[in-house]
């Protein structure tokens, strides 16, 4: 069990290694406390046969149990600073590992996994490997000093004695062994009940205003009772083995305590042993039981690190699909070129392509307007161009080069991406803008906001630019939250600006304002507009037209509209939409 050679188990090793000093001091300490401990016995055992003598001075033996009280105290704090630091150290190295590896994940990976499951990683599978780090490291240690001293007093006392207290430790080795088993496999069933536990707390608080538009307050609360309850009875179930456990070791130790008494109290009637030792293989006994349970807890404890490691490893082990190139290559221009790309995502089977046989040249400095049915592609593409999902090698091409072969870091530099889900982090509106450049002055915030048509109604909220936006943005609206993350994109300045329908929760009226603005900023950028309305896009140098998956039709809005198909369907429906409005 101690022994067992999981990856990740090796890396604690190595960390622990690296906090070397630590774990050396805290085991001297550990050491110290425990040899404190027992030598009292001796002490008092020397002081019990003196009173049998006759001899009632005991002023030195009561001040040398003082004394060693007082270290004890002292070391006592300093192992459990050392030992405890360390495995809160390795906590934090543990944490700060998995948040890394998942900051190298794609989108992809996100979409195919609950929410729930990773912050059950991020917690309770690691407070428990915590937890073996630190104090299932003293259940180890402890044992160490504890064991060997006290049966080694106790055969100098008496070798008979010693034989029968120590009789029921193979029988607690089998013991650990077994429980240790079941106890791995229903602590990873409790931790799989957490993760489905998580999960249902995270969506119904996120769903909280569909949750009451549909007043289903009473069936949410059911249906997490039902969630809540699998999870108390699967804790349960582990309560009870460990319960048991705990209750048979104690059992052992009460068995031995009973032999003791019978064979050593018939020794000291008949004289072979004195009264002040018996008192002292008693409580020699009586702390072999402490590292007896210890043993027992070391099976409980690293059996659930065992369980937590193996599913961090899981985590661990998914590797990055959209990787860094080996050797990376520059962008000569923002030109955008796509030949033959056909896409599919990788959930969704070959048989289901997002993208079909798409050819496409985008001049640099000029603007594309997409349009299409919903689910026709659009926004399948916008993320492909700078990697949020890879697209086949060759498929994708700027500045003459593969977008694989483009240095990640550079390839976004050089974009301003706004999804059509706007997401604000809990933080200012200033820092909201600025997060990609948290440097940038007050004047380049605002300057950002004014292009984007949200500057005045920030300045109308009662803290301005330092309002806090709440989880997600949820004190904004819909069009705020969308214009927010408009100026986040154009404070980077970036050569290439891909727009995801950002302008969906805005009214008509606001968005021609807003595209206004912004004719002047995409002068000279690689633009890409996608958009439901047509009059968001109208303007652009060259539309195209996507419906299932592949572009069915391509020109000016001029030509687009005046010819038969999508387009002017969409269009000449959106105008009469308009009409209806405006009369």
């Known amino acids: 069990m101690i022994g067992y050679h999981h990856p990740l188990m090796n890396q604690i090793r190595q960390w622990l290694w690296r906090y070397k000093g630590r774990v050396a001091a805290g085991f001297v300490c550990l050491t110290i406390v425990d040899v404190a401990t027992l030598f009292v016995p001796l002490v008092l055992s020397d002081a019990i046969d003196r009173l049998t003598a006759g001899d009632g001075n005991l002023l030195v033996s009561g001040l040398l149990i003082v004394a060693l009280a007082v270290v004890a105290f002292v070391f006592r704090y300093f192992w459990r600073l050392f030992l405890i630091g360390t495995s809160r150290r390795i906590e934090r190295d543990l944490r700060a590992r998995l948040y890394d590896h998942l900051l190298s994940l794609p989108a992809s990976f996100y979409n195919e996994t609950k929410t729930g499951d990773l912050m059950a990683h991020a917690t309770n599978d690691i407070e428990a490997v915590t937890f073996a780090c630190g104090f299932g490291l003293i259940t180890i240690l402890d044992p160490l000093v504890m064991i060997p001293f006290s049966v080694g ?97 104690e059992l052992l130790a009460g068995a031995t305590l009973a032999l003791t008494l019978w064979i050593g109290g018939g020794s000291v009637i008949r004289g072979a042993v004195s009264l002040g030792n018996f008192v002292a293989f008693s409580q020699y006994l009586s702390m072999l039981i402490w590292p007896m349970i210890a043993l027992g807890d070391a099976v409980n404890i690293f059996q659930r690190g065992r369980a937590s490691l193996g599913r961090i490893g899981v985590l661990l082990a998914v590797r990055p ?81 593969d977008v694989r072969d483009v240095s990640l ?166 105008q009469a939409e308009r009409r209806t409005v405006t009369g």
């Open 153 to 249: 007093v106790m055969l100098s006392i008496n070798v008979r004695m010693t034989a029968y207290a120590v009789l029921p430790l193979p029988i607690l080795t089998i013991v650990m062994l077994a429980f240790g088993r079941v106890i791995h496999a229903r602590f990873e069933f409790v931790q799989a009940a957490f993760s489905a536990t998580m999960e249902k707390v995270r969506e119904n608080v996120s769903g909280i205003p569909v949750l009451k538009a549909f007043v289903q307050e009473e069936g949410s609360e059911r249906d997490f009772a039902r969630t809540n309850q699998t999870l108390a009875d699967r804790n349960m179930s582990l309560v009870r083995v460990h319960g048991l456990f705990h209750v048979l070791i």
């Open 409 to 574: 870091a550079d390839l976004r530099k050089t974009m301003g991406f706004v999804p059509q889900d706007a997401f604000l982090f809990s933080a200012t509106i200033a820092e909201n803008i600025a997060f990609g450049r948290p440097d940038a002055s007050r004047d380049k915030i605002e300057r950002a906001a004014q292009l984007a048509g949200i500057h005045d109604e920030i300045l109308a909220f009662p803290d301005g630019y330092e309002t806090r936006v709440g989880e997600r943005g949820l004190s904004l609206s819909g069009g705020q939250k969308q214009r927010v993350a408009i100026a986040r994109a154009l404070l980077l300045e970036p050569q290439v600006v891909i727009f995801d329908d950002p302008l969906s929760a805005v009214d008509a009226e606001r968005e021609e304002f807003i595209l206004a603005n912004l004719r002047e900023f995409f002068r000279g950028r690689t633009s890409i507009l996608i958009a439901h309305r047509i009059s968001a896009v109208r303007n652009a140098d060259r539309i195209i037209v996507l419906d299932e998956g592949r572009i069915v039709d391509s020109g000016r809005h001029e030509e687009l509209a005046a010819r038969e198909g999508i387009y002017r369907r969409i269009w000449t429906l959106q």
């Open 321 to 401: 699909t959209i990787a860094e190139p080996e050797s990376p290559r520059a962008m000569n221009g923002t030109r955008i070129e796509i030949r033959d790309l056909t896409f599919t995502y990788p959930a969704a089977g070959a048989a289901a392509p997002a993208l079909r046989d798409i050819d496409l040249t985008l001049e640099e400095g000029t603007t594309l307007g997409i349009v299409g049915m919903t689910g026709s592609g659009k926004s399948t593409l916008a993320h492909l161009i700078p990697r949020v999902f890879d697209p086949p090698p060759g498929a994708v091409r700027i500045g003459g080069v």
